[in-house]
């Protein structure tokens, strides 16, 4: 393989650092620039991996840390707005046996473990800086910073997130939706009892929930109708989250006690997206959020960026000709993993906005894992 290739990987989140990771053990070099000047300042508490994104962790050569960090677990409960365990269900392990079906970790200190990583491939990381002008020929693109510096590239991977600028300057209009749900999200201590997600469905929102993320630490998220953020101010945050967790039992009042700082509590709403069509022009190719996104009800958003990292760096280093064919091959194996998992994750949240009682949740998420269960 040619592995004098250069490329410019636009975003240091999940997909960005793990193309980076990967096209660098290849030989590649690589660029990585990242808009903010805190790379570590990730916003979110926590985040639930299931196997299939420790399948590529593994291959990133991370899980060992993933593995001691996180807080593994196999099972989900659902239960009732007070606390009663209704049904316990096994977790698919989509990643293979030898790997948890679910691991629970902090945001930040999967950042940290993939900057690291990055840090270590001997890739070139600019932070606090963005790509400004890219001007495309034939075979490569010329690439403008915000801080002046200009180089060229023969290929650039937009993995610049859900508000991409790269998918917009070149010309892919798709954009992100609001699913009509927002999320209330903060860290909270893990009381001792919790060793899986618990879900309760119904109260004053649709979903109250939880999930360990480490051994002494825990992520905890109520989910409602959005609301109109700028009604929200910041300040009123942390009261605002506890007067939904109030209303929930069992491990709940525990948690509750500590929403106190308003600092410390995110509100997001819930998006989708999927970019119909190609996913790259000429030599610039979207990886991530920037590609698609789904409100987070089956927890496979940074699952499916991580996928993309992985087939997207397997095609480009088994060719020596980087051309559309190439990327059509890309988008084609990503979509017929992403837009199940788009699709389904969007219907969990739509049957719950429209009350429907009855719909088979569970079945649909069977069917989704199992999918997953194969490689991408
Ligand atoms: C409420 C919520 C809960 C979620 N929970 C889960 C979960 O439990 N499990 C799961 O698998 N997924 C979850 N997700 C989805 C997951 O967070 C995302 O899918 C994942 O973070 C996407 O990674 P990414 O690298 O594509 O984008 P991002 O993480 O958004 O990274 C993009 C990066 O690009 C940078 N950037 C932006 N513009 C530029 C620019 N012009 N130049 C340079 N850099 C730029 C940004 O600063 C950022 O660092 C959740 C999402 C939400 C909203």
Known sequence: MNNTRTVLVIGGGAA?????????????TVDLVEARDDWNATAGSGITLQGNALRVLRELGVWEQVRACGFGFGSVGITAPDGTVLHVQRDLRTGGDDLPATVG??????????????????ATVRLGTRAEILDQDGDGVRVRLGDGTESRYDLVVAADGLGSATRAAIGITDK???????????AAPRPAGVTRTDLAYGGPAYIAGYCPTSDTTLYAYVVEAARDRACLPPDSHADEMRGLARHYGGFWPEITAHITDPAKVNYTWF?????????????????GDAAHCCPPTLAQGAAMSLEDAWVLAQLLTASDTW?????????????????????????????QLDGVRDADVPGLMGRTMTMLQELP
């Open 16 to 28: 960005g650092n793990a193309v980076t990771i990967l096209l660098r053990r290849a030989g590649l």
């Open 176 to 186: 992100p939706e609001a699913t009509g749900m927002a999320i209330w999200r903060v």
């Open 323 to 351: 051309d559309d064919a190439l990327f059509r091959t890309y988008h084609e194996r990503r979509t017929r993993r992403v837009r199940p998992v788009v699709e389904a994750s969007v219907q969990i949240g739509q049957w």
């Open 105 to 122: 970790m902090q945001r930040p200190r999967l950042q940290r473990i993939l900057i690291d990583a990055v840090r270590g491939s001997g």
């Open 271 to 287: 998006d989708r997206m999927l970019v119909e069509g190609s996913w790259h022009r000429g030599r610039v190719v979207l990886a």
